[in-house]
């Protein structure tokens, strides 16, 4: 059994191999993971040997403590670790020895620790970018998360129960592949009359979530090396869809009128696709320019381009009135237009949808039935009541107001409480803003692992940017959280930053 030094000394050990193991993409337990079962495969860890305590090696790595749990927990699922209680976490004897002796073929990739033979260079380009996860439980400051306290379920309820109860057993068959004609119906006539979009329910077609949208148009629209051009930052489930089809990911800049048109034309004048946040940047917030956005349009029309409008929370715009989606502006029919039930009413809706014009919707409705199938039937049968019986633009107004007067608190406790290091983008509409580190010489990273052992989400703003000029921060949240946990929280953040 090793002594207290000894652990210290593996732990500088580790420090070496985390720096020479894992693409700095990857999620930083995952590279933790890969650093210890590197040692233990090349013997830099002997079986027996003695592993610091994950508060000890949480620090002597710079991560948080819940990482360093998730690396060793792993490791012991997978019999590299044992770990008895009050005694330590040791390298396994039997096994580790079993698999470096053991000669073998070459693996062409690995994901998550888990080894994978022979995957596609698709299936390898999407194992790297790695997967899209969201919060699982709500914390401060976890971003994009709705305030489902003031969801009206007793409504949603009893929509439900009249559909399970004395409905038809329709709902317990299988679907149409391009969703309910009556919800298909229910969201062209809000896009039209709330967004501005040209469509009928023809062109609508319901899925599970705005990432299956952006799958399905990197299957159906992107070859292998196509150009697509990214705002910069921006939202990373959508370069992680365009990035798993083969596509050239083209950073494009943002400025306060949004994405630079003009650079992105010099950069890639013949790119395939172009995906835009117009509405409400993600992450930044600001709105794309009228100007620009007819230039967007120019652009797809003359260069046989598409454009990708993702509107994932244009419902909530608090200081001015917003701008219609470019789907309404475009004669050309050359955008495909995103929106998520999600953010506006709960993410275990599992509900959003996709227009398309009109020539793709049987290739696109085709992909579908070849992916999932179809959106479950109920659920997409009680929203379209909610949204008939005027449910539905009832709570987006009462959340428009609620989520203005959080965004107000948050914006004044982090002033005053934190104002000195982080400096808040303007957050004129959405469920989150971008937060800047004053000193762009501290590490996100680390404070984000600081600030999860202390019981706060900061998600890091450096990890959304794909080109050359990074800037470190958060993505906080704000819409989910009563006065008091905005409060709270920027207590426990103030301590944290020092």
């Given at each position: 059994m090793k002594s207290s030094s000894g652990s210290r000394a593996i732990a500088g050990v580790l420090l070496t191999l985390l720096e020479k193991n894992g693409d700095a993409r990857m999620a930083l337990s995952?590279?933790?993971?890969?650093?210890?079962?590197?040692?233990?495969?090349?013997?830099?860890?002997?079986?027996?040997?003695?592993?610091?305590?994950?508060?000890?090696?949480?620090?002597?790595?710079?991560?948080?403590?819940?990482?360093?749990?998730?690396?060793?927990?792993?490791?012991?699922?997978?019999?590299?670790?044992?770990?008895?209680?009050?005694?330590?976490s040791f390298v396994g004897t039997g096994i580790a020895q079993d698999v470096r002796a053991r000669p073998g073929k070459p693996i062409?990739?690995?994901?998550?620790?888990?080894?994978?033979?022979?995957?596609?260079?698709?299936?390898?380009?999407?194992?790297?970018?790695?997967?899209?996860?969201?919060?699982?439980?709500?914390?401060?400051?976890?971003?994009?998360?709705p305030a489902l306290d003031s969801f009206p379920i007793a409504i949603w309820q009893r929509l439900l129960s009249r559909h399970a109860r004395h409905g038809s057993d329709a709902w317990m068959m299988y679907g149409d592949p391009q969703g309910s004609p009556l919800l298909r119906e229910s969201i062209a006539q809000y896009l039209s009359l709330s967004r501005g979009v040209d469509c009928d329910a023809g062109q609508v077609i319901v899925l599970t979530s705005s990432q299956q949208a952006l799958t399905?148009?990197?299957?159906?629209?992107?070859?292998?090396?196509?150009?697509?051009?990214?705002?910069?930052p921006g939202y990373r489930g959508a370069q992680t869809a365009f990035?798993?089809?083969?596509?050239?990911?083209?950073?494009?800049?943002?400025?306060?009128?949004?994405?630079?048109?003009?650079?992105?034309?010099?950069?890639?004048?013949?790119a395939k696709l172009a995906y835009v946040t117009p509405s409400h940047q993600y992450p930044l917030g600001m709105t794309l320019s009228l100007p620009r956005r007819l230039q967007l349009i120019e652009w797809a029309r003359a260069t046989n381009a598409w454009i990708?409008?993702?509107?994932?929370?244009?419902?909530?715009?608090?200081?001015?009135?917003?701008i219609a989606a470019i789907h309404g502006l475009d004669p050309h029919q050359r955008v495909l237009y995103i929106g998520t039930f999600s953010k506006v009413l709960f993410p275990g809706i599992r509900l959003a949808y996709l227009v398309v014009p009109k020539p793709l919707v049987d290739p696109f409705v085709m992909?579908?039935?070849?992916?999932?199938g179809h959106t479950a039937p109920l659920m997409q049968t009680v929203l379209a009541d909610f949204i008939r019986e005027g449910h539905f633009m009832a709570h987006v107004r009462r959340m428009r107001e609620l989520y203005r007067a959080r965004r107000d608190i948050f914006m004044e406790e982090l002033e005053r409480q934190v104002g000195e290091r982080l400096q808040a983008q303007p957050a004129s509409g959405g469920l989150q803003t971008a937060?800047?580190?004053?000193?762009?010489?501290?590490?996100?990273?680390?404070?984000?692992?600081?600030?999860?052992?202390?019981?706060?989400?900061?998600?890091?703003?450096?990890?959304?940017?794909?080109?050359?000029?990074?800037?470190?921060?958060?993505?906080?949240?704000?819409?989910?959280?009563?006065?008091?946990e905005i409060r709270t929280g920027m207590m426990r953040l103030a301590k944290v930053m020092g």
């Amino acid at each position: 059994m090793k002594s207290s030094s000894g652990s210290r000394a593996i732990a500088g050990v580790l420090l070496t191999l985390l720096e020479k193991n894992g693409d700095a993409r990857m999620a930083l337990s995952t590279r933790v993971y890969r650093a210890i079962r590197s040692g233990i495969l090349d013997g830099s860890l002997r079986p027996g040997d003695r592993l610091p305590s994950t508060r000890v090696l949480a620090a002597d790595l710079a991560v948080s403590r819940s990482t360093a749990e998730s690396a060793y927990a792993q490791l012991e699922d997978e019999g590299y670790l044992v770990r008895q209680t009050g005694s330590g976490s040791f390298v396994g004897t039997g096994i580790a020895q079993d698999v470096r002796a053991r000669p073998g073929k070459p693996i062409r990739g690995s994901y998550a620790g888990t080894s994978i033979p022979d995957l596609s260079e698709r299936g390898q380009q999407i194992a790297v970018m790695g997967g899209c996860t969201d919060a699982s439980q709500l914390r401060a400051f976890s971003a994009g998360m709705p305030a489902l306290d003031s969801f009206p379920i007793a409504i949603w309820q009893r929509l439900l129960s009249r559909h399970a109860r004395h409905g038809s057993d329709a709902w317990m068959m299988y679907g149409d592949p391009q969703g309910s004609p009556l919800l298909r119906e229910s969201i062209a006539q809000y896009l039209s009359l709330s967004r501005g979009v040209d469509c009928d329910a023809g062109q609508v077609i319901v899925l599970t979530s705005s990432q299956q949208a952006l799958t399905l148009i990197s299957m159906m629209m992107l070859d292998a090396g196509d150009a697509v051009w990214m705002e910069d930052p921006g939202y990373r489930g959508a370069q992680t869809a365009f990035a798993g089809a083969g596509a050239h990911l083209i950073p494009v800049p943002v400025d306060e009128q949004g994405m630079m048109i003009d650079a992105a034309i010099g950069m890639a004048s013949h790119a395939k696709l172009a995906y835009v946040t117009p509405s409400h940047q993600y992450p930044l917030g600001m709105t794309l320019s009228l100007p620009r956005r007819l230039q967007l349009i120019e652009w797809a029309r003359a260069t046989n381009a598409w454009i990708v409008e993702d509107d994932y929370d244009s419902e909530f715009h608090y200081d001015t009135r917003p701008i219609a989606a470019i789907h309404g502006l475009d004669p050309h029919q050359r955008v495909l237009y995103i929106g998520t039930f999600s953010k506006v009413l709960f993410p275990g809706i599992r509900l959003a949808y996709l227009v398309v014009p009109k020539p793709l919707v049987d290739p696109f409705v085709m992909a579908r039935s070849q992916v999932d199938g179809h959106t479950a039937p109920l659920m997409q049968t009680v929203l379209a009541d909610f949204i008939r019986e005027g449910h539905f633009m009832a709570h987006v107004r009462r959340m428009r107001e609620l989520y203005r007067a959080r965004r107000d608190i948050f914006m004044e406790e982090l002033e005053r409480q934190v104002g000195e290091r982080l400096q808040a983008q303007p957050a004129s509409g959405g469920l989150q803003t971008a937060c800047l580190l004053r000193d762009q010489r501290l590490s996100d990273k680390r404070i984000s692992g600081m600030a999860s052992d202390a019981g706060i989400d900061m998600p890091l703003l450096s990890r959304l940017y794909r080109g050359a000029n990074i800037r470190n921060g958060f993505v906080m949240g704000f819409s989910a959280l009563q006065p008091g946990e905005i409060r709270t929280g920027m207590m426990r953040l103030a301590k944290v930053m020092g």
